[in-house]
């Protein structure tokens, strides 16, 4: 499995951006699929997550409300919406995909796969 994700760039605090994870090679339709960041200096922390077949999708408390994940099943997509972003947001997101259960999805040592991650930066 491939993955890629895309979508970053500057923007105010305030404003929104969305993020896409293109998924490729082997189907991830039976995987779990999370978005997780890492800011300068910081460990990588779980931003949310969702399996690809369905369910409810999870998030973490410091972005409950702003983020929302979605999928594309024809193009092999999920994307990360990101609104009322905050400076704290900025960081390199990534996104990961593997046979998680949902006691470990916050963890990022429980995915598999892994793609380049894309930089958001979010101005005061």
């Known amino acids: 499995v491939q993955l890629q994700a895309s979508g970053g760039g500057l923007v105010q605090a305030g404003g929104s951006l969305r993020l896409t994870c293109a998924a490729s090679g082997e189907s991830v339709r039976n995987y779990a699929v999370g978005w997780f960041r890492q800011a300068p200096g910081k460990e990588r922390e779980f931003v949310a997550s969702t399996r690809w077949s369905g369910g409810t999708p999870y998030y973490a408390d410091i972005v409950k409300g702003r983020f929302t994940i979605s999928k594309d099943f024809a193009k092999n997509t999920m994307y990360l919406q990101m609104n009322s972003l905050k400076p704290e947001d900025t960081a390199v997101y990534h996104c990961?995909?593997?046979?998680?259960?949902?006691?470990?999805?916050?963890?990022?040592?429980?995915?598999?796969?892994w793609g380049k991650g894309t930089l958001v930066t979010v101005s005061s």
């Open positions: 990961a995909a593997g046979r998680v259960i949902s006691s470990t999805r916050t963890y990022p040592s429980a995915y598999t796969y």
